[in-house]
C-alpha cells in the first residue's frame, strides 16, 4: 500500500506550531510548549492527547487529513 514519508507527516502534522520535518523513514518535530497548551507539568496528558489527535489526522486516520 502507500507510505507516507515520515518527514511529510511530521511537517503536516506539527509544521504550523514549530520546527518540524526530516526524510522518509526518520522525522522530528521542535515544538515550544506554550503552543501545545498549559506548560504544567500536570498537564502532561492533555498535551500528550493533542500531540496524538495532531499526528493521526496528518496520517488520515478516522478520514480527516
Not at 507516507?4 to 514549530?18: M, Q
Not at 526518520?26 to 498549559?38: H, Q, S
Request: a positive charge; glycine letters at 16%.
Amino acid at each position: 500500500g502507500y507510505v507516507r514519508s515520515a518527514g511529510e507527516v511530521a511537517h503536516e502534522a506539527f509544521g504550523d506550531l514549530g520546527s518540524a520535518g526530516g526524510h522518509r523513514t526518520m522525522a522530528k518535530a521542535v515544538i515550544p510548549m506554550a503552543r501545545l497548551g498549559d506548560a504544567d507539568a500536570g498537564a502532561a496528558p492533555a498535551v500528550a492527547e493533542r500531540v496524538s489527535q495532531r499526528f493521526l489526522r496528518a496520517l488520515g486516520v478516522n478520514g480527516k487529513g
